[in-house]
Each structure stands twice: as structure tokens, then as C-alpha cells.
């Protein structure tokens, strides 16, 4: 892993962010897997009687601090599809099951994140984890991505799009990184909601059209 220069002067420095982020996600992982316990139990159901292979898809990701992690997901493709780190997977690929197709759309495939939540490697809201080879590349202003845990939904999540450029994706993270607290945080949450049922496109924005944009973020910043 690269050296890279100190930037922890550019994480939120809130009582947020200093620990009740990491309390908050405890309590409410836990809460939350015992809710969703019966749809984990069809997900699985359903993904291991319509499609031959493994139940769980895991592939490295590059957690907190640019520490490899492997967050499980269920399945949602053919088991013998071959797996290209450059490969843009749209919810109309061949590859993806039937089944996997409205795990997919409704984000029920991640749900088995939030026993990394519970376990300390990620966090409720945060930068999602990208692959090792996007990460090597990033540079210092992009690497402060990697200063909080990643999430399972984030500023980025809710405001832009997986079709959308990386690059504006990178700006709502750093701005994330840099500011969130308890209210950024809940906000993000309850975004999350009506992103997911209606689809993430309907309030992808580009970043400086957004209100952090206003806030001017430079790579000397």
C-alpha cells in the first residue's frame, strides 16, 4: 500500500464522528438484522432454489484507512459469469439472475453488510468500498475517501449515480468525510428510502448544482 501523507485534519471533527457515529451503529445494525431477519432468510431461499453456486458473493474491497476487507453480498449473477473489475454491470446484463435482478433494484443483496457494520469494518453511512485497483490509483484528495469507515448508503449514494462519473462521486464523499455529523447522517438515512423505491437516477445531481457544492473544495483544500 502507497504511503500517503497525514490528512486526518480533514475528517469531521464532531462528537459525531469522534464516537457517537460508532455507538449509533451498534445499536442500530443490530436492530436492523433482527428486523430483516425473515428477508434475509427468503434471500437466501430464493437465490440458493433458482440459481446454481455460492450463496454469497465476496470480493476485496479497500475498507478504512485503505485496509482490505471482503463485504459479503448474496449472489445476484450466474455463478460461472467471469468477473472484470472494469465491467459496468447494468440491472439488464445477461448475467444477472432473475432473482438477482430485484435483489439488485430494491439493494437487498447488500443487507449482509450490516453484519460488517456490526462487526466494526464498515458503518451505516459512509463512501461505498471500491476495488483495490481504483484506490492504488486515487490521489490525496480522492484517498481522503478512505479516512471513515465505508457505508452501506452515503452522500453520494442519494445524490448521484452509478452511471454517473466517478469524479463527482469522489467530491460527495471527500465533502461527507469532512462534515458529517449526527443530522448529515440521519438525513442520509432517510433519503435512502425513496432512493431505493424510486430508483437513484430520479436525484442524481451533478455535485456543484448540489447544496454542498457551494461550498468550494479544491484538491489544496
Given at each position: 500500500?502507497?504511503?500517503?501523507?497525514?490528512?486526518?485534519?480533514?475528517?469531521?471533527?464532531?462528537?459525531?464522528?469522534?464516537?457517537?457515529?460508532?455507538?449509533?451503529d451498534?445499536?442500530?445494525?443490530?436492530?436492523?438484522?433482527?428486523?430483516?431477519?425473515?428477508?434475509?432468510?427468503?434471500?437466501?431461499?430464493?437465490?440458493?432454489?433458482?440459481?446454481?453456486?455460492?450463496?454469497?458473493?465476496?470480493?476485496?474491497?479497500?475498507?478504512?484507512?485503505?485496509?482490505?476487507?471482503?463485504?459479503?453480498?448474496?449472489?445476484?449473477?450466474?455463478?460461472?459469469?467471469?468477473?472484470?473489475?472494469?465491467?459496468?454491470?447494468?440491472?439488464?446484463?445477461?448475467?444477472?439472475?432473475?432473482v438477482?435482478?430485484?435483489?439488485?433494484?430494491?439493494?437487498?443483496?447488500?443487507?449482509?453488510?450490516?453484519f460488517?457494520?456490526?462487526?466494526?469494518?464498515?458503518?451505516?453511512?459512509?463512501?461505498?468500498?471500491?476495488?483495490?485497483?481504483?484506490?492504488?490509483?486515487?490521489?490525496?484528495?480522492?484517498?481522503?475517501?478512505?479516512?471513515?469507515?465505508?457505508?452501506?448508503?452515503?452522500?453520494?449514494?442519494?445524490?448521484?449515480?452509478?452511471?454517473?462519473?466517478?469524479?463527482?462521486?469522489?467530491?460527495?464523499?471527500?465533502?461527507?468525510?469532512?462534515?458529517?455529523?449526527?443530522?448529515?447522517?440521519?438525513?442520509?438515512?432517510?433519503?435512502?428510502?425513496?432512493?431505493?423505491?424510486?430508483?437513484?437516477?430520479?436525484?442524481?445531481?451533478?455535485?456543484?448544482?448540489?447544496?454542498y457544492?457551494?461550498?468550494?473544495?479544491?484538491?489544496?483544500?
Amino acid at each position: 500500500m502507497t504511503e500517503r501523507p497525514d490528512q486526518s485534519r480533514f475528517v469531521s471533527r464532531s462528537a459525531w464522528a469522534r464516537g457517537g457515529k460508532r455507538a449509533f451503529d451498534v445499536v442500530v445494525s443490530a436492530g436492523v438484522i433482527l428486523l430483516v431477519s425473515p428477508v434475509l432468510v427468503l434471500a437466501a431461499l430464493a437465490v440458493k432454489l433458482t440459481s446454481p453456486g455460492p450463496l454469497l458473493f465476496r470480493q476485496e474491497r479497500t475498507g478504512w484507512n485503505g485496509v482490505p476487507f471482503y463485504p459479503p453480498k448474496f449472489r445476484t449473477m450466474r455463478a460461472d459469469h467471469k468477473h472484470d473489475i472494469k465491467e459496468i454491470v447494468p440491472l439488464g446484463h445477461s448475467a444477472i439472475t432473475p432473482v438477482g435482478r430485484w435483489l439488485r433494484r430494491l439493494k437487498v443483496d447488500e443487507l449482509p453488510q450490516l453484519f460488517c457494520v456490526l462487526g466494526g469494518q464498515m458503518s451505516l453511512v459512509g463512501p461505498r468500498p471500491t476495488i483495490p485497483e481504483q484506490t492504488r490509483a486515487y490521489s490525496d484528495y480522492a484517498w481522503r475517501r478512505l479516512l471513515v469507515r465505508p457505508g452501506i448508503s452515503g452522500l453520494a449514494q442519494v445524490n448521484s449515480a452509478a452511471t454517473r462519473s466517478w469524479e463527482e462521486r469522489i467530491h460527495y464523499d471527500v465533502y461527507y468525510v469532512a462534515h458529517h455529523d449526527l443530522f448529515m447522517d440521519l438525513a442520509i438515512l432517510v433519503k435512502t428510502v425513496p432512493v431505493v423505491l424510486l430508483g437513484e437516477e430520479r436525484f442524481a445531481r451533478p455535485f456543484a448544482e448540489s447544496p454542498y457544492g457551494k461550498c468550494r473544495m479544491t484538491n489544496d483544500e
